[in-house]
């Protein structure tokens, strides 16, 4: 009989601690709500561009961008490559 209500408080506690961590998880998601979009870059692979200045690959949300008059958008490894490639 013991062992019957021993079982019982474990699986009670169980389902309590379950619940008590998933409205953690809802809080910590509202409260850091930057961590959310980290995981979906995680999930959705980063496109790479190519630096016209030295030719390096990168992710593009690593890139520096320069957006030209037209709508071209340039993009480049650092701010160097980008100030040498405007001296060309
Ligand atoms: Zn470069």
Do not use: W
């Not at 601690?17 to 995981?39: A, H, M």
């Not at 496109?47 to 593009?60: D, F, I």
């Amino acid at each position: 009989m013991f062992k019957l209500l021993f079982f019982l408080f474990l699986l009670f506690l169980f389902v309590t601690l379950y619940s008590f961590k998933k409205r953690v998880d809802n809080i910590l998601d509202t409260l850091f709500p930057k961590k959310n979009k980290r995981r979906g870059n995680k999930n959705s692979p980063d496109v790479l561009v190519k630096c016209l200045n030295c030719g390096v690959y990168l992710p593009k949300s690593d890139a520096v961008k320069k957006i030209k008059l037209n709508g071209e958008v340039l993009y480049f490894c650092s701010k160097q490559c980008k100030e040498e490639y405007s001296k060309k």
